[in-house]
C-alpha cells in the first residue's frame, strides 16, 4: 500500500497530467493564427509565420515535395504535406517556419492543413 505522501504525489502527477491534457485541448483547438506573425524578409529563422498570395510557379521534386513561389516568395512544401492540388493561379494562405536555403529565405509548410486555397484565377486575371 502506498504511504500518505506517496498518495499526495500521485495525485499531484495525475492533476498535472490533466492540466497539460486540458492545456493542448486548447492550445490545438486555436490553431496557428494566433502564434503566428506576417512574413516579411526580415522574419528571424524559426518563426512561425503566415503568408498569403497568388501562386506564380509550382516545381514538383523526385522526393514527393514540392516548391511553390507564392507572392514572390519561395514555399518549401515537406513530403509530409503529400501532394496538394494547388496550381498557378491558385490564391492561397499559408502557414510555416521561416528557413534558411542556400542562403535565401523560404517559407517551409509541414503539415497539409497548413495551406488553404482561396481562390483561383485565370491568367487574364493576374497583374504582378
Do not use: H
Amino acid at each position: 500500500m502506498l504511504e500518505k505522501q506517496e498518495r499526495i504525489a500521485v495525485l499531484i502527477l495525475f492533476v498535472v497530467l490533466i492540466a497539460c491534457g486540458i492545456g493542448t485541448w486548447i492550445f490545438d483547438g486555436m490553431g496557428k493564427d494566433p502564434f503566428a506573425r506576417n512574413y516579411t524578409s526580415e522574419s528571424p529563422e524559426g518563426t512561425l509565420v503566415e503568408w498569403q498570395g497568388i501562386v506564380q510557379k509550382v516545381t514538383f521534386t523526385g522526393s514527393g515535395t514540392s516548391i511553390l513561389t507564392v507572392g514572390g516568395v519561395q514555399v518549401f512544401l515537406s513530403s509530409a504535406v503529400g501532394i496538394t492540388p494547388v496550381k498557378e493561379g491558385d490564391l492561397v494562405s499559408l502557414y510555416g517556419t521561416v528557413q534558411m536555403y542556400k542562403g535565401k529565405r523560404e517559407i517551409l509548410v509541414s503539415d497539409s492543413a497548413d495551406i488553404r486555397i482561396n481562390a483561383e484565377f485565370q491568367a487574364k486575371d493576374l497583374r504582378f
